[in-house]
């Protein structure tokens, strides 16, 4: 899919985020919005994945180690047609497959349930090894946040997949800076995030995270007997103004006036 | 026919047999596998033992992520690092959406002896029981461990197996029906039921001899599996013989006495005793001393169930 398709995408994306946190009066904004362009390169020219099909055997598996930002995930889900883009509207409300974090059993195309945050990544590498032992030729792909980098169970992961030499397991670090209470730096400072996987023994990029075709590049590279690690710089609320980068905007719905500011900005008809 | 042997090595013994039979068994240890016994399985089937170092939380994932790709994974190591420390990663990772994981945890209890109280668990049944749709076994002797790493497989879901160190003396038979959430009467009685679980069967046992000698005849029930609870087991033989004593190598929060309280609350008039550990943390000692000074014996027993009797005839 070419460029200006996928930012035009990315576009409407960010829309539905903005108008399924409206909707719910709940759920986290800013680290939804900065992996945008993450999970459409993933989905539409990354993984091998069917939505057609979505337990399909040799299927990619794509993990969002950060479950909280998974309104991004299923607004990607919903364009992709693995359910109707009018459950997004049902986000977090009590008969939706649309939980508050990412339920495999509930919602088609969720490969696993994550939210407690380490446990994604650290899964993905558990079925990773999975795969290479089953001899599968399907890639495992997770995303983290900055903030997890925090958890332990990220590093004994970490060390775990470099130790089984995981060359079908990508961890992408969504790197916005900020985390709930601030800045990394002010909370728990992470340092060279680069560095530490690199010391761990990962194949390491750094790329613009909102840069589809740079994200593309990265992730298509291909790596032998150890794994890949891209950090992609984003920004937090990334597409609307008065959430980018503001730590503020981590957990909370916008306000009706907050919303129609935001549909507004990103140029998306609220009745679309 | 085996006569004595520690249920680690029956655990270690029936991996190896299961997964000469199915071949999507993968085993996961964190550094123990020489104490869990599962280096048994490993050097029959060195690519389906995984090694994943002192790292635990990381390794209830792992077995997550086996499990997700279809793989059939038990998961070693002692009970306090698999259940205490991995606790929320079996909650989140495991447990909340029934992968079919199972956990074969040893060195449980007081038995641990020497380690002293930072390894002995007496916690773990009580969180393994706060979870919805686990299932848990606690083995008495190395027939029951085989019986319940066989049954642990053909559930499709968590399924958690209690297992001890010490050696023990077998006291079922290879063809003692093993039901997941059927107990087993073992000894029947009408004046006291003792309702016992795991190392505790065979100190059940001998309490039941000895109060045969004072005309005493207590019932004793052996509950291999914690949850789920036999409820109609529970109630019909507290109100058979009107008093119940659970004994368990456990705290009496959260273990089999407090399965047994919760069936018997409301449900029978006939009064519960629970022996167990008394919310204490362990300590250092030979498993022996351990159990006599914590009143796991079965002197224990028979005191608290003719005190039981004694009220009852009161009435």
Redesign the interface.
Known sequence: MNTEVLTEKARHIRGDIVKMLYTAQSGHPGGSLSCVEILLSLYYRVANVDAQNPKMENRD?IVLSKGHACPALYAVLADKGYFPRSDLWRLRQIDSHLQGHP???KTPGV???T??L??GM??????????R??K?QYRVFTIIGDGETQE??IW??A??AA?YKLDNFTVILDYNGLQIDGSNDEVMGIRDIVKKFEAFGFECYKVDGHDVDAITEVLQKPVVGRPKFVCCLTAKGRGVSFMEDKFGWHGKAPAEIEYLDAMKELGIDIND | MIKRQSLRVAYGDALVELGRKNERLVVLDADLAHATMTNTFAAEFPDRFFNFGIAEANMVCAAAGFAHAGLLPFFSTFALFGAGRGYEMIRNSISYIQLNVKFGLSHSGLSVGEDGGSHQSFEDISLMRGLPGMTIFVPCDPYETRKAVFAAAEINGPVYIRVGRPIVDTITAPDTPFIPGKANVMREGEDVCIMATGLMISYALAAAEQLAAQNIRAAVVNFHTIKPIDAECVLNMANRCGGVVTVEEHSIIGGLGSAVAEVMAGNTGAKLRRIGIQDKFGKSGKPQDLFNEYGLTSDNIVYECMELCSAHERR
């Open positions: 598996r339920d495999n059993t490969d696993v349930n939210g407690s380490g446990q650290s899964v993905a590498m558990g079925i990773a090894i999975a795969a032992h089953q599968a332990g169970l004994e992961a060390m775990a130790h």
